[in-house]
């Protein structure tokens, strides 16, 4: 049984780092002529350019790409709804009338606007204008932003996400109400949620309050786990790898132990007794700024940093078989990069489940001291 569940286990991170190679192979760089070497990425500047490309965020959902027998790019996938606030109000249509094209030379015409996509940003054109225009250092003149509400492949991943997650902890809290003991899938469930209730919300909130957050506290760690895994998928998600997301994540820890934070606590950052009255007002500010900036600061920086990151070193090091070529040989970088890819991916599963519980932990810690009762003997 322990040799099959290993077994199981190896297979499982093989697989995922064979998928994140493949996501690799088959893509493209959407801004690149597709009939000088049909979409390929091969050389240091185009892999940089993909890499950069890969790590943001994109309007429309790639699945996979290939080259046709003439030397054309097809892509798979499908697009996702464009939902702006232009000049004259609410503007909607897909994302698949852009045409996979990055650069704003295709112009969208809806209600009477114009719209052109510039480095994966939306603008609104002049009216009078037919194409766009830049000026020396590549910026749009005759363009200016629009609200962007548009359904994106990272709130498209969040979207889906939050379903499976809403969808599996539904079943798990009816599984406890009939059968008093999960079945199927609850059973992996189970012994996270009690990981996360017994080893993070208790000891650092402790056996007062632990209940008030531990809902929270769970849907965090589930919630970016999750994701970080799915970014390592061929699908494509970046979505714990985007500031935006990060810094929600962030403002929810602080607006939590904000709004939880009990007078003592308060107290003890205002005005901190038991230390000299001159370096009251100075301790004040330093306790200010790292309740409401600091704390929150580093929450975000840190996972958005170490996914990036992540994703960063494990294309660049995929894109070896494509870089080494020419000095190593096709067997000898491909199976240098397969190598190093394999082992780093081994490591990047043991992030993706690291930066989860560090958010979590560092999140029930916070509120702790949020809640505590500060009292002084």
Not at 311 to 321: C, E, G, K
């Amino acid at each position: 049984m322990k040799i099959a569940q290993k077994s199981i286990k190896f297979l499982t991170i093989v697989a995922i780092a064979l998928f994140s190679i493949s996501g690799y192979a088959v893509d493209s760089d959407k801004n690149q002529d597709p009939q000088k070497d049909g979409g390929q990425v091969n050389t240091k500047t185009e892999v940089e350019e993909y890499i950069l490309h890969h790590i943001k965020d994109s309007h429309d959902f790639s699945l996979f790409s290939y080259t046709s027998d003439s030397r054309e790019r097809k892509h798979f996938g499908f697009p996702l709804p464009v939902i702006l606030w232009s000049s004259e109000g609410l503007v909607t249509f897909m994302s698949s009338e852009f045409h996979h094209n990055d650069d704003g030379h295709v112009i969208v015409e809806k209600d009477g606007l114009k719209f052109a996509k510039i480095h994966s940003k939306i603008y609104e054109l002049d009216s009078d204008a037919a194409t766009v225009a830049f000026d020396d250092t590549h910026h749009a003149t005759n363009a200016h932003k629009v609200l962007d509400f548009s359904i994106t492949k990272s709130a498209f991943g969040l979207i889906l996400i939050g379903a499976l997650m809403l969808l599996w902890f539904s079943k798990l809290a009816r599984q406890y109400k009939t059968k008093k003991v999960p079945t199927g899938f609850g059973r992996i469930l189970e012994p996270l949620v009690l990981y996360v209730r017994d080893e993070i919300a208790r000891p650092n909130i402790g056996e007062k309050h632990y209940r008030r957050f531990t809902g929270y506290l769970l849907t965090v760690f589930f919630f970016i786990w999750i994701l970080n895994l799915a970014g390592l998928t061929p699908l494509g998600f970046n979505v714990t790898g985007q500031l935006a997301v990060t810094a929600c994540l962030a403002i929810f820890t602080l607006v939590i132990y904000t709004v939880s934070g009990t007078k003592g606590y308060w107290m003890h950052m205002i005005w901190m007794p038991g230390v000299p009255f001159l370096i009251r007002p100075v301790l004040a500010i330093i306790e200010l700024a790292g309740a409401l900036v600091i704390k929150p600061f580093s929450l975000l920086v840190r996972l958005f940093a170490n996914i990036s990151a992540g994703h960063i070193v494990v294309m660049s090091l995929i894109a070896i078989m494509f870089t080494l070529q020419e000095s190593l040989g096709v067997v000898g970088a491909t199976g240098l990069s397969l190598l190093l890819s394999f082992f780093i991916t081994l490591i990047e599963v043991l992030v993706a489940f690291l930066q989860a519980y560090i958010f979590t932990m560092l999140s029930a810690l916070f509120i702790g001291m949020a809640v505590d009762d500060h009292k002084h003997h």
